[in-house]
């Protein structure tokens, strides 16, 4: 069954600790894409990269960092310079400009 | 940077009524998306248009696209409790591969 699947669905933060969203896919899409989404709000761009090794910072990058060693996932890391980390994490992929198919997504929260 | 912005961010209808949301973006876009996130879910994609003035329809939802490529809307006729969510329009700049979500319509049915 053809998809993409975030892990976890739910995580809590420690002040200062580094946490990482993982985002995998078996669609065989190229494109890939990293959104926050805060309550009651539309989706931000964090990340995305296009292709393998490659990535790009989107609208709200700062205090994450991002890798893309195969084409299947593009994990997220929330870095303790992230200071209001708390919010809904959807991953998505893509090909080309088509349509954004996402995952279940990722709740963060800071304890 | 472009915006998109949604209107209304609200909307309450009575089972029955129709329901309008409006997207308008500060950039001429090369397509426009929708999509549809049900409470506590994650979007899944309705549709895409390309052409100027472009309308689809799909069942009760009417999608048009307008002439200058900076606006669109998304109409349902006779509103059910399975059309209950949030909706989003999502576009590209020309020449830009990043999707910029509008700020969504959040529709509740009063059955």
């Known amino acids: 069954d053809g998809g993409i699947t975030q892990s976890p669905k739910y995580l809590f933060r420690k002040e200062g600790q580094n946490v990482t969203l993982s985002c995998e896919q078996n669609l065989n899409h190229d494109a890939m894409y990293w959104y926050r989404q805060d309550p009651g709000q539309g989706l931000r761009l964090i990340y995305y990269s296009q292709i393998v090794n490659d990535f790009q910072k989107g609208d709200i990058a700062e205090g994450y960092s991002v890798s893309r060693e195969k084409k299947e996932s593009f994990p997220l890391t929330v870095t303790s310079a992230q200071k209001n980390p708390t919010a809904f994490y959807l991953c998505?992929?893509?090909?080309?400009?088509?349509?954004?198919?996402f995952g279940s997504g990722t709740q963060l929260s800071v304890l | 940077g472009q915006q998109v912005m949604q209107i209304p961010q609200y909307q309450h209808v009575q089972e029955g009524e129709d329901f309008t949301t409006y997207c308008n973006s500060s950039t001429t876009l090369s397509n426009i998306q929708w999509y549809k996130q049900r409470p506590g879910g994650h979007p899944v994609f309705l549709i895409q248009?390309?052409?100027?003035?472009e309308v689809k329809k799909q069942k009760r939802l009417t999608f048009q696209f307008g002439e200058a490529k900076k606006n669109s809307s998304l109409h349902i006729t006779a509103t059910q409790t399975t059309d209950v969510g949030t909706y989003f329009c999502a576009g590209p700049s020309f020449g830009n591969e990043k999707l910029t979500f509008g700020t969504g319509t959040r529709l509740t049915i009063i059955p």
């Open positions: 998505a992929s893509s090909i080309g400009e088509k349509k954004l198919f």
């Open positions: 248009l390309v052409k100027s003035g």
